[in-house]
């Protein structure tokens, strides 16, 4: 039979680990105090060491407390100097010239992004100078190990600067209210939108071609005077949300209608809403049970926008909010500069009477910002002869553009104006269509 192996013969002895060697030599070891090491007897066996060096030793004895945290040179140049007393003055001068540089050295270690370099005199050395300085008020809070004081040295000092800053506006208000007319011209602040890239379809609204333009084009007839007549409705099989918003929008416009869908085709709507004369379809859309798109369809000739909805907020949300009325609304247009742009904002215009009625106060904004256009509505309020105060009404939201076709809506054969392409169109922060 096989012998059976021991555990012990199948253990794998471990490896020594190597004696460490000691970094001490036998230079670094020094002779106790009670013996007198080799430098001190061969100093005793030199000739002419007599009484005179007997004051010499007492006297080096007693400034051991200021030779011990010097350095090597500092030490031998004290030595030479007091063997040597022709020269003692010229080694005092060595010395001091080293300390000066050794100090300069080490508060040059601990220069900080705001110090000042400053040259010496001599022009083979440079000396760099720190000079620190900190205009905070109080200790810095990166510093206090506490979280409780950190957190309240940092909000007095935060609450500090807002007091300077203030202070400081209304020191600059009360400078141009003396100065008057010779008051310097404030700086506009650098935003996205003031930087925005160059764009070639940007137009002056007051510019004749421009105005050529709107007097031919589909909307030409609605702005003779012409009161619009809109029909409201919906996807296909729509949900208690897109109902709701669907009613916020026949609130906003007073001259809207809602058609329910019923699956019917939206080119049929189209073609029924010719033939009794309404100016505008809306279609909301929706996605999971939300309204997600917007489509405008001006009737007869076009054009049908397509626009992304987000950030719905209804007037039960807002807070303050105040009760809508039948007048007619007055329109606000901001910030549509691009051809693209007056013609968005003209067919949104179409969709409200042309002529306010300004008993009600109210105005509907349509303020495009980076080619996001925030919808609001507001009730003016006169406080005085002269402050006004707004109370908003609501609904909020958003709208994105997302296509511009000519003609009525057709999918399949319609010429498209415009399409938002994301890849080849948003290459950057800075450029914007409308």
């Given at each position: 039979?096989?012998?059976?192996?021991?555990?012990?013969?199948t253990?794998?002895?471990?490896?020594?680990?190597p004696k460490?060697?000691s970094?001490?030599?036998?230079?670094d070891?020094?002779a106790?105090?009670n013996?007198?090491?080799?430098?001190?007897?061969?100093?005793?066996?030199l000739?002419?060491?007599?009484a005179?060096?007997?004051?010499?030793s007492?006297?080096?004895?007693?400034?051991d407390s200021?030779?011990?945290?010097?350095?090597a040179?500092?030490?031998?140049?004290h030595?030479d100097?007091?063997?040597?007393?022709?020269?003692?003055?010229?080694?005092?001068?060595?010395?001091?010239?080293?300390?000066?540089?050794?100090?300069?050295?080490?508060?040059?270690?601990?220069?900080?992004?705001?110090?000042?370099?400053?040259?010496?005199?001599?022009?083979?050395?440079?000396?760099?100078l720190?000079?620190?300085?900190?205009?905070?008020?109080?200790?810095r809070?990166?510093?206090?190990?506490n979280?409780?004081?950190?957190?309240?040295?940092?909000?007095?000092?935060?609450?500090?600067?807002?007091?300077?800053?203030?202070l400081?506006?209304?020191k600059?208000k009360?400078?141009?209210?003396?100065l008057?007319?010779?008051?310097?011209?404030?700086?506009?602040?650098?935003?996205?939108?003031?930087?925005?890239?160059?764009?070639?379809?940007?137009?002056?609204?007051?510019?004749?071609?421009?105005?050529?333009?709107?007097?031919?084009d589909?909307?030409?007839s609605?702005?003779?005077?012409?009161?619009?007549?809109?029909?409201?409705?919906?996807?296909?099989?729509?949900?208690?949300?897109?109902?709701r918003?669907?009613?916020a929008l026949?609130n906003?416009?007073?001259?809207?209608?809602?058609?329910p869908?019923?699956?019917?085709?939206?080119?049929?709507?189209?073609?029924?809403?010719?033939?009794?004369d309404?100016?505008?379809?809306?279609?909301?859309?929706?996605?999971?049970?939300?309204p997600t798109g917007?489509?405008?369809?001006h009737?007869?000739?076009?054009?049908?926008?397509?626009?992304?909805?987000?950030?719905?907020?209804?007037?039960?949300?807002?807070?303050?909010?105040?009760?809508?009325?039948?007048?007619?609304p007055?329109?606000?247009?901001?910030?549509?500069?691009?051809?693209?742009?007056?013609?968005?904002?003209?067919?949104?215009?179409?969709?409200?009477?042309q002529?306010?009625?300004?008993?009600?106060?109210s105005v509907?904004?349509?303020?495009?910002?980076?080619?996001?256009?925030?919808?609001r509505?507001?009730?003016?309020?006169?406080?005085?002869?002269?402050?006004v105060?707004?109370?908003e009404l609501?609904p909020?939201?958003?709208?994105?553009?997302?296509s511009?076709?000519?003609g009525?809506?057709?999918t399949?054969?319609?010429?498209?104006?415009?399409?938002?392409?994301r890849?080849?169109?948003?290459t950057?922060?800075?450029?914007?269509?409308?």
């Amino acid at each position: 039979m096989p012998k059976k192996m021991s555990v012990a013969s199948t253990r794998s002895t471990p490896p020594m680990r190597p004696k460490r060697k000691s970094s001490v030599t036998k230079k670094d070891i020094v002779a106790p105090d009670n013996e007198d090491s080799a430098d001190d007897i061969a100093m005793d066996d030199l000739d002419g060491f007599g009484a005179d060096n007997e004051d010499f030793s007492s006297d080096s004895n007693g400034d051991d407390s200021e030779i011990e945290g010097d350095s090597a040179d500092d030490i031998d140049a004290h030595n030479d100097s007091n063997n040597e007393g022709d020269d003692s003055e010229e080694n005092r001068t060595v010395r001091s010239d080293k300390q000066k540089e050794s100090d300069l050295h080490k508060s040059s270690t601990t220069k900080t992004s705001g110090d000042v370099v400053a040259e010496s005199d001599d022009k083979e050395t440079t000396y760099a100078l720190t000079i620190t300085s900190d205009t905070r008020a109080g200790p810095r809070p990166g510093l206090i190990r506490n979280k409780m004081k950190r957190h309240e040295i940092h909000k007095e000092q935060m609450l500090q600067k807002k007091k300077d800053r203030k202070l400081g506006r209304e020191k600059r208000k009360r400078e141009r209210e003396e100065l008057g007319d010779n008051a310097p011209k404030t700086k506009d602040p650098r935003t996205i939108e003031n930087t925005r890239e160059f764009d070639e379809t940007i137009v002056d609204p007051d510019d004749e071609e421009v105005i050529k333009d709107q007097e031919t084009d589909e909307l030409s007839s609605y702005f003779d005077g012409r009161p619009p007549k809109i029909i409201v409705t919906t996807s296909n099989k729509p949900v208690g949300e897109t109902f709701r918003f669907a009613e916020a929008l026949i609130n906003i416009m007073p001259t809207a209608e809602f058609r329910p869908r019923k699956g019917v085709d939206l080119k049929k709507i189209i073609k029924g809403a010719i033939d009794r004369d309404y100016t505008d379809i809306i279609v909301v859309n929706e996605d999971r049970k939300k309204p997600t798109g917007l489509w405008i369809c001006h009737l007869p000739d076009g054009p049908t926008a397509h626009f992304k909805l987000s950030s719905i907020k209804y007037s039960k949300q807002i807070r303050n909010h105040g009760r809508q009325t039948t007048h007619h609304p007055e329109i606000m247009l901001n910030n549509f500069h691009t051809r693209l742009g007056h013609q968005v904002g003209r067919q949104i215009n179409a969709l409200f009477p042309q002529r306010p009625e300004f008993q009600g106060r109210s105005v509907v904004t349509f303020h495009n910002q980076r080619d996001f256009i925030f919808f609001r509505f507001h009730r003016y309020i006169f406080k005085n002869a002269k402050k006004v105060g707004l109370q908003e009404l609501g609904p909020r939201f958003t709208l994105k553009l997302r296509s511009l076709q000519k003609g009525t809506f057709d999918t399949k054969f319609g010429e498209y104006e415009w399409i938002h392409k994301r890849k080849e169109m948003d290459t950057s922060r800075r450029r914007f269509f409308l």
